[in-house]
């Protein structure tokens, strides 16, 4: 067993064991823990600092999490895009290849937190089903591995994989969606990145919602990445109570391209049951934004997207781009269609 598999085997996954370090009402939250679980690894319990802080937000069971609304399960309708198991192909061009259905930490604003609750093993997600529609569909350029948490796999499983793509000829791109760095850096071994130099060209997108999380410990982890010959992007979430104020996005942004991590996309919480007291506003992106452009970098600017119900596709946003129609607004999506989305936070 290595490092990070007996770190990870020593997490945090009951509530009784997170009320030894916290004064938590464990009564209250069971409902939560027994629909949505918990795992907190031991690094990313340490970064909290005080209850409600913005990592305690991300990864500590809330009771708002129960409560009943409209939002749904599947709102980018991954279920009615997905061909075989496991694989999503909403573009022409690319597609989402689910390899794991486990994470490091649980997060409680993920977007999938409803179709991975029961934590179905790996078995239940046939990669194998999914290579053969990606070898015979040549419009597929670009893969993303994705979960859960594609580093949840061993090294040699993940190679095989990578290796399988890499002999597809139509495929160029390779890219792994992963908050490893964040949640458990002491995954990014020197033997990982070894393996992922040799299947270059591959891109490896991070999480970072908070600059808390960028610490000596996760910094080490990229750079051995970026060593490595591996580009990083970044994806935030923007998220109530963690993020949701200019001044803190725009330090994560700035921190970030210190440990040589572009910050590619700021998402709007997805309209994803469960995580409804996470979303903002979308004005409140929007000036989040316009405090990023003119008062940092460019580089330090990413997109601020919408992904739209239904599997609409993701709509880049500007402070002065959206069309406002009875209080929710009115997006163009890449296919040219004016698709209305809900402005609820």
């Known amino acids: 067993m290595e490092d990070w598999q007996r770190n990870l085997s020593k997490s945090i ?8 370090c916290f004064p938590i009402d464990v009564g209250l939250l069971k409902a939560v823990s027994g629909r949505y679980p918990i795992r907190i690894t ?22 708002r999490e129960l409560e009943e609304d409209h939002l749904s399960i599947d709102p980018l309708n991954e279920g009615g895009l997905s061909p075989v198991p496991g694989l999503i192909h909403r573009y022409p061009d690319r597609v989402v290849l689910l390899v ?38 040549p419009s597929i350029r670009d893969v993303v591995l994705s979960g859960g948490d594609p580093l949840m796999l061993q090294d040699e ?21 992963t908050r490893m760095p964040v949640t458990l850096p002491e995954r990014i071994t020197h033997q990982l990145c070894r393996m ?20 000596e410990t996760s910094s080490e982890a990229c750079a051995r990445l970026a060593d490595a010959g ?3 992007g970044n994806q935030t979430v923007l998220l109530r109570g ?26 709007q919480m997805d309209l994803v049951k469960g995580t409804g007291h996470f979303r903002t506003r ?8 316009a405090g990023l452009r003119g008062h940092t970098s460019g580089m330090a600017n990413p997109y601020y997207v919408i992904d739209l119900p239904g599997g609409k596709g993701k709509v880049p946003l500007l402070p002065d781009g959206v069309k406002r129609e009875e209080g929710n607004l009115l997006l163009r999506n890449y296919l040219g269609e004016m698709v209305e989305y809900p402005n609820e936070g």
């Open 242 to 267: 963690v993020n949701d104020d200019p001044a803190v996005m725009r330090r994560l942004m700035q921190r970030l391209l210190t440990i040589r991590v572009r910050p590619y996309y700021i998402h």
């Open 42 to 63: 031991p690094y990313y319990l340490g970064l909290i600092r005080e209850i409600g802080d913005p990592i305690w937000r991300q990864c500590v069971p809330d009771i």
């Open 196 to 215: 992922l130099r040799r299947h270059v060209p591959l891109y490896v997108n991070t999480h970072f919602n908070h600059p808390a999380e960028i610490t």
């Open 13 to 20: 996954i009951r509530l009784e064991q997170l009320a030894f």
């Open 230 to 232: 591996v580009p990083l």
């Open 282 to 289: 979308v004005e409140k992106g929007l000036e989040i934004m």
């Open 100 to 137: 794991s259905s486990e994470c490091a930490t649980f997060c409680r604003f993920c977007m999938r937190k409803n179709q991975f609750q029961q934590r179905t093993s790996n078995a239940d997600i046939s990669v194998d089903s999914c290579l053969k529609y990606i070898r015979k569909t």
């Open 157 to 177: 499983v993940l190679d095989e994989i990578l290796s399988e793509l890499r002999k597809v000829p139509h495929v160029e791109i390779i890219r792994i969606n």
